[in-house]
Structures are given as C-alpha cells and as structure tokens.
C-alpha cells in the first residue's frame, strides 16, 4: 500500500492539514515513517492535524506524535490536534501533559513545628496511658476473680519465672548495691568526718540503704533485665500470632502469661532486696573502715544502737513488692502491644524499661512523703 492511503497532506499558503487515515499501529509503522517531513512541510508555519478516522491506535502513537511535536517545534511550526475520538483525547492529553518539576517545601517556623512535636508527642502519652490503666483495670479484675479460676493459671511455669527474676538476677543486684554502699559510705564518711561525727555512718548507711537505695537500685535492674525480656517473650509470640491462637482456643492472656510473671516478680524482689540490704550496708562498712579506720565490731554497735528501725527496713521491702508489680505489669502491657515485627519488639521492649523506670522513680518520690 502506498502512503497516500495512510497519510494525507494538502497545503494552503503557509497551513498545512494532515489527516490519518489508517489505525497508527506498529505494524504500520514503515509506511508512516515513509512520509518526508521536511519535503511536505516546506514553508509552513501552522500544522493541522486531523485524527478523526484514526479509532485504532498503540504505543506507537506516541513515536510519531513526538516526532511530529519534535519537527514542529525544531522549525517553529505551530502544531493543532483535531480529534473527535475521546479516547485519543485523553490519551493525548495524557502524553502532553509536562512532568512537574521538584515542589519547592514551604518553610515551615521551627517555633510551630516544636509546638507540633510537643503536641503529637502528648496525644500517644494520653492514648498509651488510656491503654495502661484499661490493661491494670483488666489485671486488677482477673486478680480479685482469681480464687474462683484458680486452675487457670498457670503455675508450672511460676518455679522457671521465679529462677529468672530471682535466682539469677541475684548476682548482678548483689553486687550494685554493694558498689553503692560503698559509695554512700564513703561520701558520708567524708562529710561525716568534717564534723567529728564518724560514730553516725553506720545509721547513714543503713537508712539510705533500707529505706530508698536497694529497694530502687533492684528494681531499676530488675526492669533493665526482667522486664525487658517479660517484653520480648511476649512480643515474639505476639508477633508469631501464638496469643490469637491461644485466644482461638479459649485460654486466657491474663492467666496464662500475665499471672506467672507478676507472682514471681512480686515474691523475688522483696527477697532480692533483703538480701541487698546487707550487701549494701557491708559496702558501707567498706568505706568507713578505708577511711576512718571503723573496725567490724564498732560499726555493728553503731549500726544496732542507730535511728534504723524495723519500720526502715520493712517500708523499703514494701516498696520493693510495688515495685515487682509495675515491672510485671508493664513488661506484659509493653508485649501485648508489639505489632508487625522484629523492630516493633525492640522498639516497645526499649519503651518498657523507660516506663518502668519512671514509674518507679515516681512511686519511690510518693512513698518518700507518705511512709
């Protein structure tokens, strides 16, 4: 076939009107691109063309339409598409259409985006907090109905929980509370020595000891180590799907996951303590006798002849079961709300011991006003 029955071309003055007539299809593309520019379009300037008849077309539309617009647009021809076909117009419209360049981003006033930050970062404390205190509401329920579903819980796994928090959380506890009784010793020991009152350490030691300092060096540990893995364990099974399977299966979160480890918390951390107690006042001792040369049995007597009460001692393993409960409660709040994957586990695990720090910070500062 010739390009006559593909393409038409007729001249006025200086307008020329070109008209497809065949589907622009790449099997006809050798026919088309037969058809000479640069010998038809001699001293145009204005280019009309007509797709009407044109109800069949490819991607090889876009090859001659940009050769055509590059021609054009090389020898200053003023290009015109006529078409009655909507398709073809939209699709024209389509390959017309120029690629925006970059947005340029708005300057935004660091002043408000501070606000902004402070104002999201208030809305997910408030939403978390609602989630928190509905989760210790939901604990607080299954415990006081705890008697009637006794056989829920699950006890087996209460001796392997309190081996973790306890027994093996023993060493490292032992150990920091026996550095900072060193160091309360040695720092009263200083100040104690300015004032010829060396006699009082001992009473200095065991009240900061017993009172604030092991009940809130354990648990800070404890939610370091403990409740972090508390976290993990069931953020991991959270992430696995195992707790909508157990849910499938009728057995209850709370019982089952939640219980063990709040009552193995709750009972290790006040052991954890007394035991911490007498490593920390030994540390004291430590200290006195490095600088002002107090001998074991002296400092005993000072330490039995003090203002260190029962009173001192049982408020701080008090607080220390307290603090047993929020570690618990908040590794199993922090677990249960992993969603997605590895990274959310580490992300709500960190979140844990930061919440559970806090929380016994805060518990520590109200109990030093009421007890």
Not at 218 to 237: K, N, W
Request: charged fraction near 20%; charge should be positive; include cysteine.
């Amino acid at each position: 076939m010739k390009i006559e029955d593909y393409v038409s071309f007729v001249k006025e003055d200086k307008k020329g009107y070109l008209d497809i007539l065949q589907p622009v299809v790449y099997s006809n593309s050798k026919i088309f691109n037969s058809f000479n520019y640069e010998k038809q379009f001699v001293d145009i300037t204005h280019l009309s063309l007509k797709i009407n008849a044109c109800l069949v077309f490819d991607s090889y539309l876009i090859i001659l339409l940009e050769e055509l617009r590059s021609y054009c647009k090389l020898k200053k021809i003023k290009l015109v598409v006529v078409s009655e076909n909507d398709n073809f117009d939209t699709y024209w419209e389509f390959i017309s259409t120029k690629t925006p360049g970059k947005l340029k981003k708005e300057k935004e006033n660091i002043f408000v985006v501070f606000l902004e930050g402070i104002g999201k970062a208030s809305k997910f404390m408030l939403k978390d907090l609602e989630k928190f205190i509905e989760f210790m509401g939901e604990v607080f329920v299954k415990i006081i109905t705890s008697p009637k579903n006794f056989k829920e819980i699950r006890w087996i796994e209460l001796p392997s929980n309190l081996i973790k928090v306890g027994v093996k959380s023993l060493p490292i506890c032992l150990l920091i509370v026996f550095l900072v009784g060193i160091i309360i010793g040695y720092v009263g020991a200083i100040q104690l020595s300015r004032f010829g009152v060396g006699s009082f350490l001992a009473s200095l030691v065991g009240i900061a000891v017993t009172r604030e300092l092991s009940p809130l060096m354990v648990g800070i540990i404890i939610a370091g180590r403990t409740g972090a893995a508390f976290t993990a364990e069931i953020g991991t099974m959270k992430v696995g799907e195992e707790i909508d399977s157990l849910k499938a299966f009728g057995f209850d979160r709370h019982y089952l996951l939640v219980f063990p480890r709040l009552i193995a918390t709750v009972i290790s951390m006040p052991l954890i303590v007394s035991i911490c107690n007498i490593a920390g006042i030994i540390g004291g001792f430590v200290a006195g006798n490095m600088y002002l040369n107090i001998h074991f049995t002296e400092f005993q007597m000072q330490l039995l002849n003090s203002s260190l009460s029962y009173a001192d001692v049982l408020s701080g393993i008090f607080k220390s079961a307290i603090f047993g409960g929020i570690i618990a409660v908040v590794g199993c709040f922090k677990g249960f709300q992993v969603s997605g994957g590895a990274e959310s586990v580490g992300k709500y695990t960190t979140s844990s011991v930061v919440t559970s720090i806090f929380l016994i910070v805060l518990v520590d500062a109200i109990f030093a006003f009421l007890i």
